[in-house]
């Protein structure tokens, strides 16, 4: 089972790069985020989505696109990176509904803008 | 809007000792509550979900509760070892979509 999975898990950025994170998942699972976490700020939501097709943002969405193009597949792109950017990222996923929706989450991207 | 503390930020116990680690969150109207671990640059690990009509979850020497009304949960944790040290994160599932995390509690077992 690879459940969630990001891809990188490592990048450094020079100011005013593009880049994209790609998060996969194989639950079939209809809801899919993207957090970004950092120290002593906890972890907070930057867009998320509800289906194939959907997204929408979330706490955090500024300098940031998004698309879930495949159900399986949501995207974060980040098209001028700035230094406030630096974070690390993570992507989750849960199955639709509300009973034991457990959520379930990736190992993390560290991302660096220098 | 949904808001989620978690008190203390950081503590540090001898080994063997019982703990309870706290979460509060400010909109009882929720779905469910989800508590993690997190190692330091690790992903996070879920430890227990408890659904918002239940009390409490159990997991070996954990143990979740739920106070929707007083808007709180506790995690406690039994006879602690020196490898439960990590942070350990609440998250509330606040609407349709959305999942709100507290800032954590960084916890360190003193062998």
């Known amino acids: 089972n690879a459940g969630v999975t990001q891809t990188p898990k490592f990048r450094v950025l020079k100011t005013g790069q593009s880049m994209t994170l790609l998060c996969a998942q194989d639950m079939n699972h209809e809801y899919m985020y993207w957090y970004r976490q950092d120290p002593g700020m906890g972890l907070r939501l930057i867009h998320y989505?509800?289906?194939?097709?959907?997204?929408a943002k979330g706490e955090v969405p500024d300098g940031y696109n998004v698309s879930r193009l495949k159900k399986q597949n949501f995207l974060l792109g980040l098209e001028s990176a700035a230094p406030s950017q630096t974070s690390v990222y993570f992507c989750?996923?849960?199955?639709?509904?509300?009973?034991?929706?457990?959520?379930?989450f990736g190992q993390g991207t560290r991302l660096t803008v220098v | 809007k949904q808001e989620v503390t978690q008190i203390p930020a950081a503590l540090s116990v001898p080994e063997g000792e019982n703990l309870v680690l706290n979460c509060s969150f400010t909109?009882?109207?929720?779905?469910?509550l989800q508590w993690f671990r997190q190692d330091p640059g690790k992903g996070l690990t879920s430890l227990l979900l408890i659904q918002s009509s239940q009390r409490e979850q159990t997991s070996g020497r954990l143990n979740a509760s739920l106070d929707k009304s007083s808007g709180r949960s506790t995690l406690y944790i039994a006879a602690s070892q020196p490898g439960d040290s990590a942070t350990y994160l609440c998250?509330?599932?606040?609407?349709?979509?959305?999942?709100?995390f507290g800032s954590g509690t960084r916890l360190s077992i003193r062998p």
């Open positions: 989505s509800v289906g194939e097709g959907t997204t």
């Open positions: 989750a996923s849960q199955r639709q509904g509300f009973m034991n929706t457990e959520a379930f």
């Open positions: 998250a509330v599932h606040s609407s349709a979509s959305k999942i709100i």
């Open positions: 909109d009882s109207a929720i779905y469910n």
